[in-house]
């Protein structure tokens, strides 16, 4: 048995500086989990179900536990030395912390909150840079606005039948399960690798007739498959993407949420969902774009910017892509 600190300190060199830095960081986000978690399991039995009564910065009804989990992380960083600030989802601006700190943390504090109500699973999403903005000064937007590439850890905590955490620092992506008997978290998954072949494919075809004329080919190929195929894959999609990710990342499949005629940049957040999920399946093995470019590429110019989403096994993307982008000759992998 391994707990999340025995194995960040065997791996310490890993992570750039091996000041313990990330160590600090990771354990505040895991004791932010341990307590999220205690307070989901418990919501309906004492009163952090439903709204606020709050809009945030993306026009979104807050839910209590938003407030909660937002609020929570807010603390726990705001004094960590590590930490020269973060960008919430649920925070219209950036907010510094700490100007000794080394690193900027951008978060997604608990995303798909309004399936707490019907009990399906929710989700932190964290992405980690290094700043690059002089330390000892106030931490700046630029220092969030580095680009999915520049990412040093990402990764997200899955608050489903157990509590998981699955992070990368560029080294494989490791997976953890919370014993509450211990209140630690267990090694359970090292060295996650996508399947190359997908069992599922996920997405909310809601808005199908909207679809770039490839995508909707796509579907089509995909079902015309389904019908000859020895094992059809299965439509899987609870509309929360941590649960929806984590799914496909262990069980292989693809999972895209694309822009429309009208919101041509689709719903998903660049920053705080897009790169840290794109950067964790391109690490077990597979792909992930906005459609047309690697997603790690896609340029990041505002904190709450917005990207179409597709991410999975790397054969799957690249069959995906000669439908979207017909004329571009994909690289064989
Ligand atoms: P839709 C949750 O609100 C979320 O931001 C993601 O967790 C999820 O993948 C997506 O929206 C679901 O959106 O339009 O299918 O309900």
Redesign the pocket.
Known sequence: MVTLEQFLVDRQQEFEGATGAFSKILRDLSLGAKLISFYLRRASLSGLLGEIGLTNIQGEAVQKLDHLANTLFIRLFSQNPHVAGLASEEEEHILPTDPHGKYVILLDPL??S?NIDVGVPVGTIFSIYRRITPVGSPCEEKDFLQGGRAQVAAGYILYGTSTLLFYTTGQGVHGFTLEPAAGEFLLTYPAVRMPEKSQYYSF?DNQLHEWEPGLQRYIQHLRTQNQTAEKPQSLRYV???VA?VHRNLLKGGLFF?PGTVKKPEG??RLLYEGYPMAWLVEEAGGKASNGKMPLLDVPATKIHQRTPLFLGPAADMETLHSFLNPHVVVEKT
Request: net charge negative.
């Open positions: 995303d798909g309004s909310n509309g929360s993407l929806d949420y719903k998903l």
